[in-house]
Nanobody, 116 residues
Framework: HAQLAEFGGGLVQAGESLRLSCVAS????????MHWYRQAPGKQREWVAG????????NIFDNVRGRFTISRDNAKNTVYLQMNSPKPEGTGVYYC?????????WGQGTQVTVSS
């Protein structure tokens, strides 16, 4: 059984910090690229950040670059999204995503609400 599970969402004030975690288990332990997406109410899901297996390459969405950081700990099968100074428009459900072969894997999502 393969799954991704996100943790760490909640209510945060704009300008504070929040760290999300995504734990991989089953057949998708330590996959290659892992990504964070988010979906605001009434909007399409959008990509936020991605990181390769050994952490040597990471990409961040322009709108959050300089405030959000993606990292991973392969010993814990976990990828993180450090959110510094989030903005109210960053409110939404944050999802973890990876691929293994031809299969896509999504977590169940964790709600992040940024208050102004």
């Amino acid at each position: 059984h393969a799954q991704l599970a996100e943790f760490g969402g909640g209510l945060v004030q704009a300008g504070e910090s929040l760290r999300l975690s995504c734990v991989a288990s089953g057949r998708i332990v330590n996959p290659d690229w892992m990504h964070w997406y988010r979906q605001a109410p009434g909007k399409q899901r959008e990509w936020v950040a991605g990181i390769n297996r050994d952490g040597s390459d990471a990409n961040i969405f322009d709108n959050v670059r300089g405030r959000f950081t993606i990292s991973r700990d392969n010993a814990k099968n976990t990828v993180y999204l450090q959110m510094n100074s989030p903005k109210p428009e960053g409110t939404g459900v944050y999802y973890c995503f990876t691929k293994r072969g031809v299969f896509d894997y999504w977590g169940q999502g964790t709600q992040v609400t940024v208050s102004s």
